[in-house]
């Protein structure tokens, strides 16, 4: 069975400081991998995901991910946060072949907080 | 993507009550899904629904309490039944789309209040 860690459940930082979130998965097959975002009062927005190929990817507003199969993780990183990435983020898998039926395994979340 | 709506978004619902959430999206799929999420906590599947089939339910959710409606390739409803206030949580229904049908795309959910 696969299963989602999230490191911290809680992150406290200012408006231009660095963010990166962590993220360890463990499934002994092919994966794909996400992180959605949840607004404060809205609903799960995907920011990023990985299928295959470059393992560094790019997501809407200035979030990056990279995958290091090595370590099994998947972090989420942005270089400067502003007041309005303050959310909810979660990291999730699924097994990499259709067969395994896209069934998502969620992180526990981490709570992202940026102060003005 | 998918465009996913959900009904209702919100309800207070009373206790031993059951209520149905609908699910309709803007194109064909195969595979839905239904996710929970408690108070506070992270997504968890409730079960997968394929239309022309049963749906498969994860362990620790059964059909007698979440029935679930796969009626076409567009469509689909979760039924809460018999309610208390632990099911109070947002439900989400979710699809896979994109290119390869790997990308999961969620609903804007259903947020129950159970009193």
């Known amino acids: 069975a696969q299963s989602v860690s999230q490191h911290n459940h809680h992150v406290i930082l200012s408006e231009a400081a660095s963010l990166e979130l962590g993220c360890n998965y463990s499934y002994g097959g092919t994966v794909n991998l996400f992180w959605y975002v949840q607004y404060p009062g809205q609903h799960l927005q995907l920011l990023l995901k990985?299928?295959?190929?470059?393992?560094l990817v790019k997501g809407i507003k200035g979030f990056e991910a990279e995958f290091i199969k090595s370590k099994f993780s998947f972090n989420l990183r942005k270089p400067s946060v502003q007041w309005s990435d303050t959310a909810e983020y979660f990291c999730?898998?699924?097994?990499?072949?259709?067969?395994?039926?896209?069934?998502?395994?969620f992180g526990g979340g981490t709570r992202v907080l940026v102060k003005p | 993507s998918a465009v996913i709506s959900q009904k209702p978004s919100r309800d207070i619902c009373q206790r031993g009550t059951s209520l149905t959430i609908q699910c309709q999206v803007d194109?064909?799929?195969?595979?839905m899904f239904w996710y929970r999420q408690q108070p506070g906590q992270s997504l968890t599947l409730i079960a997968t629904?394929?239309?022309?089939?049963?749906?498969?339910?994860e362990s620790g959710f059964v059909i007698d309490k979440f029935p679930i409606s796969r009626p076409n390739l567009t469509f689909s409803t979760l039924t809460v039944s018999n309610m208390s206030p632990e099911d109070s949580s947002i439900y989400l229904c979710s699809v896979a789309g994109g290119v390869s049908g790997n990308t999961i795309y969620f609903g804007e959910g259903s947020w129950l209040t159970v009193v």
């Open positions: 194109s064909q799929v195969t595979m």
């Open positions: 990985y299928f295959s190929g470059d393992p």
């Open positions: 999730a898998v699924n097994a990499g072949i259709k067969a395994a039926g896209n069934k998502l395994t």
């Open positions: 629904a394929n239309q022309g089939s049963e749906a498969t339910y």
